[in-house]
C-alpha cells in the first residue's frame, strides 16, 4: 500500500533560483477559509474525506478480483493472475494521462472531477457485470472488462492530482501544516486500505445473493463510496484554491531530449564531438535545464532493474490470495478470509515505518555502518526475495494436501470395499497395482496412478472374494480419478466406477457425497444443500458445503427422520460418507478423499513481515532517494518514471503467468531468485553511483538561467513561455496514491 500513501510525504518545492515562475491570476490567489483560527484550510476536510473513500473503493474492489475471475467467470488460474496483473499495471500507466490533462489541459480540480465521474461508471458498470441475472457470461466478461478498464482510467487519472491539489490549499509560507496534511492524508490512505480489504472480502462471502458469492454487493458498497468520494469533492468546490494549468514539466524534457537527438544526427558529422549527446540541445535550451535533464537521467538509469521488485511485491492480491484458499483459515475465534489477508501489508506498514525510522536504522549507525540510500534498496530487494522463499516453502507444505490432476494417457483409481469380507483387485495389465487384500470399510489411502493407451481405454478388473474370481470391464478416461466401488449381495460381488473430485474448492468449502448401503432411500439437507441417495448401494451427487461442524444433520425416508453427526467438514476436503447398519440406527463410515487444508494460513505471516520491510526499505528510501538527486522543477519526472517501474513490474508477472507454465513453487522460487539476480546488478549499477546535491545548480546557473530564459523569450515567445513554465514546481504530482 505505501506506493499510494507515499504522495503524503511529498511537498511541494519552491521554484529553484534562475527560473520566474509566471504569477496567475484569478482563483490561485483566493485565500480559502481556515479551521479554528489556524493555518489549516477548510477545504483540506474534504480532499481527506475523497481520499479515504476513493482508497476504500478502489482496495475493496482490488482485494476481490482475483476470486471474482476464478469463481465468477470461471478462469483459470493463470488467466486470472494474467488479467489481475494487467489490470494493476493499467493503473500505473494512466497517471502519466492525467498528469499531462492536469497541467497542459483541464487544470487539477476539473481533472480530479472529470475522471472522478468515469471511475463511479467504470465501478457500476462492474458491479452490474456481477449480476448473474443480467445476460450470459460473455456479457459478464464485457462489462467486467469494460468496467476495469474505466476505474483504471479514473483511479489513474487522479493519482497524480489529489495530494498536488491538497497541497495546493496551503500558503507557500504554511510548510509545517503541508507535511501535516501529508501524514494524515497518508492515514486516510492506510486507513481506506485497511478497512475496506476486511469489509468487502465479508460481502462477499458472508452476504449470498443470486444463490452464490454476492460480489455484486461486494463491487457495488466499493461504487458507492466512490459516489461518496465524488460527491464530496465536489460539496468543496467553493473553499477550494485552484491553480490554472501551468504546462507538465515532462513535455517540455521530452521536446528537449528530442531536439537533440535531431541536432546531433543533422550535424554530428560537420561538427566537433560533445561531451554528452544532449549537449546537441544548447543551441534552443538553456545550459541549466539540460544540466537538470542529465541529472534525472542519471537517476532514471537506476531505475531500470526496479520493475522485478514490483512484480514480486504485487502478487499479494493474485498468487498469494490464491495460496491462501488452499489453508486452513480457522483462528478458533474467527475464520478469515483468503482475500482478508492482504490487509496485513497496511496495518505492518503503520507499524514498521516509526519502528525502521526510530529504531532500525539508527542502530545500524550506531555499528558504524553506513546505510546509504541505495544500499538500503537492495536491502529491501533481499527482503522481497527472502519473502518469496518463505512463500515457496510454504507452497512446498500446502501442495501435500492436494491430489495432483493425472497427466494426458493417465487416470486416479482407488478402491472402496463395502463388501463382506477382504476383496483382492487386480487390473489388468498392472499386475501389483493393489498387490495387498482391501479390509471392508478400510480407508482408501492414497489413489494409484492407471495409465492408458488411449483418450479412453476399456480396463479389464478382476475381484477376489472368498477365493472366488469375478470379472468387470470399466471405461477409464483420461485425467479422470475415480473410485471402484466394491460390493457384494450374498456370494455375487458387484462394482460401480464413479467419477471423484480431486479439486479442492478455492473458497475453502469442502466437498461432500454420500453411499447408501441401506435398503431405504434417504433425502439428506447439509445446510443448504439436498442429498438424494437411494438405496442399495446408491451414490449421491456431490456437493459443496460450507466448513464448519454438522453436528444435527436431517436425514429423511418414508419412514422415518433421523439425524447424522456428520462432525467437522474442514477446509479444501474432499468426503465420502457411507451409510451403514440398520434404517433405526445408521452408523456412518466418513473417507476422506482428499486431505483437508492443514496448514495454517498464520504461516504466511512471515512472508508478509518479510515482503513490507522489504516494501519500506526499497519504496519509501527510493523515492525520496530520488526526489533528493533530482531538481526540484523535475519531480514529476521521475514520478512518471516511478509509476513506470510499477507498471512494467505487474508485465513481468503478467508474461510468466502465461508464458510459464509451471508449478506454483517453482514459478515463486523463479521470482525469488530473478530478483536476487536483479539485485545484484542494481547494487553494482549503485557502486559506481556518484550522489549529487541538486542546489549547486544555484550556484553554477543562477544568474545565467534567468537571462538565457530572457534572451530564449525575446527570440521565441513561445518557447520562452516554456522555459518560465519549467521553472513552476511539479513535485506535488506524486508517485503513489
Sequence with gaps: ?????????????????????????????????????????????????????????????????????IHYLKWDKDLSTAVYHAFSSLCYFTPILGALIADSWLGKFKTIIYLSIVYVIGHVVKSVGAIPDVGDSTLHIVLSMAGLILIAFGTGGIKPCVAAFGGDQFEEEHTEERRKFFSIFYMSINAGSVLSTVITPILRSDVQCFGSDCYALAFGVPAALMIIATVVFIAGSGLYKKSPPEGNVLLHVCKCMGFAIRNRWRNSDHEAKREHWLDWAEEKYPKRLIAEIKMVLRVLVLYIPLPMFWALFDQQGSRWTLQATRMNMDFGAFVLKPDQMQMLNALLILVFIPIFDMGVYPLIGLCKIKLTPLRKMAAGMVFAALAFGAATIVERSVIETVVEPPPASTSLLKVLNLAEGDILVGVEGHAGLFPQPIAPYQDPGEYKSLPLNDFTQAVTV????????????????????????????????????????????????????????????????????????????????????????????????????????????????????????????????????????????AWQVPQYVLITAGEVMFSITGLEFSYSQAPANMKSVLQAGWLMTVAFGNVIVLIVAEGAGMEQWMEFLLFAGLLVGVCIIFSIMAYFYTYVDPDNLDKMYGDEATEEAEDDLQKNPKDGMDMRELGQSESGHSTKM
Design 462 to 601: 478382476t475381484l477376489t472374494f472368498n477365493g472366488a474370481k469375478h470379472y468387470f470391464v470399466k471405461s477409464f478416461s483420461e485425467e479422470e480419478a475415480y473410485s471402484l466401488v466394491v460390493h457384494n449381495d450374498d456370494l455375487v460381488v458387484h462394482c460401480n466406477l464413479v467419477k471423484d473430485n480431486i479439486k479442492k474448492s478455492e473458497n475453502g468449502m469442502a466437498h461432500l457425497r454420500f453411499i447408501n448401503t441401506l435398503n431405504e432411500d434417504f433425502n439428506i439437507t447439509v445446510k443448504d444443500e439436498h442429498f438424494y441417495v437411494p438405496s442399495g448401494v446408491g451414490i449421491s451427487n456431490g456437493e459443496f458445503v460450507v466448513r464448519e461442524k454438522y453436528p444435527n444433520v436431517r436425514c429423511e425416508s418414508r419412514s422415518r427422520n433421523v439425524t447424522l453427526d456428520l462432525g467437522l467438514l474442514d477446509f479444501g476436503a474432499s468426503y465420502t460418507v457411507i451409510l451403514r447398519g440398520r434404517p433405526e440406527a445408521i452408523e456412518l463410515t466418513k473417507i476422506e478423499d482428499v486431505h483437508a487444508n492443514n496448514v495454517h494460513i
Design 1 to 69: 500500500m505505501t506506493r499510494d500513501s507515499l504522495k503524503s510525504r511529498l511537498i511541494q518545492q519552491p521554484a529553484p533560483k534562475g527560473y520566474l515562475a509566471e504569477e496567475q491570476g484569478g482563483d490561485e490567489k483566493r485565500k480559502s477559509p481556515t479551521i479554528c483560527g489556524t493555518n489549516y484550510p477548510v477545504s483540506i476536510g474534504f480532499i481527506v474525506v475523497n481520499e479515504f473513500c476513493e482508497r476504500f473503493s478502489y482496495y475493496g474492489m482490488k482485494a476481490v478480483l482475483t476470486l471474482y475471475f
